[in-house]
């Protein structure tokens, strides 16, 4: 027990890191020494909290399940704060390491083809699998569906890895944005589905919140992607007059 609680702290320090610098990369100038500052700050923030949720899951898994009373039923317990806590700290984690990659990258988009990168993703499609068909048995419908977000985001990210001629330019830059916002929503809805309910803990199955980093991530994805579409789309030039 001491363990976890200490695991606990560092996860809500490296929790609030993340989801206070979050936002610095989403109101400050793309490509900014600030954009980049607070986006490194956030990356490395949830890096560590997703590190952390995992073995916070593991440890959940194998008890006690009176750290919170509130639930009693124990498979429902060890869906709740063992798998899905994993699987959101794995889907965090993929979402920074590939948000990062296809900048990094962004010259030589067949890098993320490698192992080292097509493991972190497959260990996302795994782990949500497995939460989507655990929330089935235990009749949590919001596992599957946080399940199914995560599994059809990374197979968005093969599509861009794996298509066969090279994509439009500026094409990472949209990539970049939602794997980051993705990350973000990942991390939020860690954060109200498991650690807001010590507090609340009769909102547990409240689709409120559980829905709602969805779609306020969702939208800024959509904001941002019409946004860099716009910005590289080639300028019409306006009627020029007749030489005389």
Not at 55 to 76: C, F, K, N, Q, V
Not at 136 to 163: C, D
């Amino acid at each position: 027990m001491e363990l976890f609680e200490a695991l606990v702290v560092a996860h809500v320090v490296t929790g609030t890191v993340g989801l206070a610098a979050f936002w610095g990369p989403v109101v400050t100038r793309k490509g900014a020494s600030n954009h980049r500052k607070w986006g490194k700050a956030a990356c490395y923030g949830f890096l560590g909290a997703g590190s952390l949720a995992i073995a916070m899951a593991l440890l959940s898994l194998y008890g006690p399940e009176w750290r919170h009373p509130e639930i009693t039923d124990r498979a429902l317990f060890d869906g709740l704060f063992g798998w899905m806590m994993l699987y959101l700290g794995v889907l965090t984690i993929g979402f920074v390491d590939y948000g990062l990659a296809v900048v990094r990258h962004s010259r030589d988009r067949r890098a993320l083809r490698r192992l080292r990168y097509q493991a972190v993703i497959a260990a996302v499609v795994v782990s949500g699998a497995w939460c989507g068909i655990y929330g089935f048995k235990v009749g949590h419908p919001l596992m599957m569906l946080v399940a199914f977000i995560g599994i059809v985001a990374m197979l968005i990210q093969q599509v861009y890895i794996w298509r066969p001629g090279d994509p439009p330019r500026g094409t990472y830059i949209g990539e970049h944005f939602r794997a980051l916002i993705g990350m973000g929503i990942s991390a939020y809805t860690a954060f109200m589905s498991v650690g807001l309910i010590r507090l609340v803990p009769e909102q547990v199955f409240n689709p409120a919140i559980w829905a709602g980093p969805s779609v306020i991530g969702v939208s800024l994805i959509l904001y941002f992607t019409i946004r860099a579409q716009r910005a590289s789309a080639p300028k019409v030039s306006g009627v020029r007059p007749h030489p005389q």
